[in-house]
Structures are given as structure tokens and as C-alpha cells.
């Protein structure tokens, strides 16, 4: 069997006395795309933070392509992949400058990375900006700019925080397939987003966080060809029926920062 490429194994943390993160396994192998959903507060970028090495879990084990995350050796970082809070992107430098450096960085050559930063400006749609500074740069395109640095070496791990939350419906379609592309070659991919439709067009498989704890999985359609309805029932519907379950069960459904609401 393949080794995982990501892992969270029995992760807790806390910041003061409010957990985060509670006990959460996950594992990503390789070729395998994984989306974390859940509400506001839930514990996903906590998690996420973890993997990059930005957060040391107050206890757990964390592993990226086998080794601690804050420990990467050179040659492993070189194939790993984040967007995890405000992306690796330096305002003063142009779109294209800042697709060079990311390349140097994760150890191409200088002619392949060249080619890279070209191929990744024109498969992100970044390229009528190329001479644009990234501070010039809209929401959105900013966006783009730090996914296209996180991705042009075709990483065999990636992690990536609400990835299209200030996207178009056509940047959508673009990273969308870019995570196709790249599972397809073999890369672990890690994504956390609020939009359940969008990630059960994407992910094989969709983890529900919920109070820092893994509460189930929401069945995806992951072949494009579905609205994430099952049997009738909204991948929407699924999600909140979990949660309240959740809720339930633990007997925590009036602590602030837990109700889950939702349509009827
Ligand atoms: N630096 C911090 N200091 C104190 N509390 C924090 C910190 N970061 C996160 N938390 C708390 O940890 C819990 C989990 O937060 P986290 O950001 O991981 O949730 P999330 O699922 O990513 O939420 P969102 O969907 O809003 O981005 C929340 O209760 C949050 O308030």
C-alpha cells in the first residue's frame, strides 16, 4: 500500500482554553484530492497550519511526504505545495518575477523554471499581468498568483486554505481542473473551502470538521458531472443533518460558536 502523503494523526490543540483541533485523523495519499468542510471556527485552517509547520499541535502527530512538517529537509519541501493564510507572493515584484522566484525556490533550473512561470501565468489566466506588480493586483488575481506559486513545480503534496474564495466562476474552473491535473500525476491534495458544491465536483473524498473533530464524510460526485444531490437530498442538507447530529450527540448545541442552523 501507499504511505500516506499527508497525515494528521490524533491531533489536538488549543489556544487557551478553546480547542481547535480535538483527536483529528485525516490522511491524503498520493493522486488522491481530500476536501475539509465545516463551519466558521470548525478547526480546518488550524489543521492546515499544522501540516505547513506554522502551528506545533499541542499533541498528535503530523507528517508531509513522511517527515515533521517544521523539519522538512530541502529536497522535501522542494515537493510540497501550500496556500495557507496570506500566500508567498512579494507585492514589489511583477507576476512574472514572482513565478521565477517561486520556481527557483523549489529547486527547478533556471531554464525550467522559466518555462514553468510562462506555462503556470497562461494555465491561471495571469498572463495579461505578467508585468504587473502583485500590490496592483486584484483580490482574485492575487489569489490565482499565490496558487500559480504554490503549484508551477507540480508539487507532490499540496494544501490549500479556501483556495477560490475571491475567484470568478472561471478561476473556479481553472483551479478546479489544476487539482484534477495534478492528482492525476500522482500529487496529495489537501483543500478546505465553504463551498460544498464546488468541492464534491473536486475531492474523492470530503471530511466533515466539526469542534475540532472529524464527524463524518459527505459522499462527493467527483467526477464534474454532478450538483452534489444524492438521492435526492442537497450536499447542503447532508452537511447541516451531520453537524446537528454532532451536536447532538456531544450535547453541545447551545454553546456559542456551535449552533448550526442551516435550511430547514
Ligand atoms: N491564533 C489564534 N488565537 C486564538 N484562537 C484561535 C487562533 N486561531 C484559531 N483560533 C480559534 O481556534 C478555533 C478554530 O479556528 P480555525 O481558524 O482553525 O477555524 P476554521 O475552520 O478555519 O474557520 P473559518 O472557516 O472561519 O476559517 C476557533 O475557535 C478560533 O477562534
Redesign the pocket.
Known amino acids: 500500500m501507499t504511505a500516506p502523503a499527508l497525515v494528521l494523526d490524533g491531533v489536538t490543540h488549543a ?2 482554553d ?4 480535538d483527536g483529528f485523523t485525516l490522511t491524503v495519499a498520493p493522486g488522491q484530492v481530500t476536501a475539509l468542510v ?12 499544522a501540516l505547513t509547520g506554522r502551528l506545533r499541535p499541542g499533541g498528535g502527530t503530523v507528517r508531509v511526504l513522511g517527515h515533521e512538517p517544521s523539519r522538512l529537509p530541502p529536497a522535501v519541501a522542494a515537493r510540497f505545495g501550500h496556500v495557507v493564510g496570506a500566500p508567498l507572493v512579494q507585492p514589489e515584484l511583477t507576476v512574472v518575477e514572482n513565478l521565477w522566484c517561486a520556481a527557483l525556490l523549489h529547486g527547478l533550473r533556471r531554464r525550467r523554471a522559466a518555462e514553468a512561470a510562462h506555462d503556470t501565468a497562461e494555465r491561471l489566466g495571469l498572463a495579461p499581468w505578467c508585468d504587473a506588480r502583485a500590490r496592483a493586483l486584484s483580490a482574485g488575481n492575487h489569489q490565482r498568483l499565490g496558487i500559480a506559486c504554490a503549484t508551477l513545480h507540480r508539487p507532490a503534496a499540496l494544501v490549500l ?2 483556495p477560490t474564495s475571491a475567484l470568478d466562476p472561471q478561476g473556479v474552473v481553472v483551479v478546479r481542473g489544476l487539482v484534477r491535473d495534478l492528482a492525476a500525476e500522482g500529487t496529495a491534495v489537501l483543500v ?1 473551502s ?1 463551498h460544498l458544491d464546488e468541492v464534491a465536483r473536486v475531492a474523492g473524498e470530503v471530511v466533515v ?1 466539526h469542534a ?1 473533530r472529524d464527524v463524518g464524510r459527505l459522499e462527493p460526485g467527483g467526477d464534474g458531472t454532478t450538483d452534489g444531490t444524492t438521492g435526492g437530498t442537497s450536499i447542503e442538507q447532508r452537511f447541516f443533518a451531520m453537524v446537528l447530529e454532532a451536536d447532538t450527540s456531544s450535547g453541545t448545541g447551545d454553546r456559542p ?1 456551535t449552533r448550526t442552523g442551516g435550511p430547514a
Not at 478553546?18 to 483541533?21: D, S, T
Open positions: 489556544f487557551g478553546r480547542v481547535a483541533l465545516g463551519l466558521n471556527g470548525a478547526g480546518k485552517t488550524t489543521a492546515l497550519r486554505d479556501e478546505s465553504h470538521l475540532g460558536g
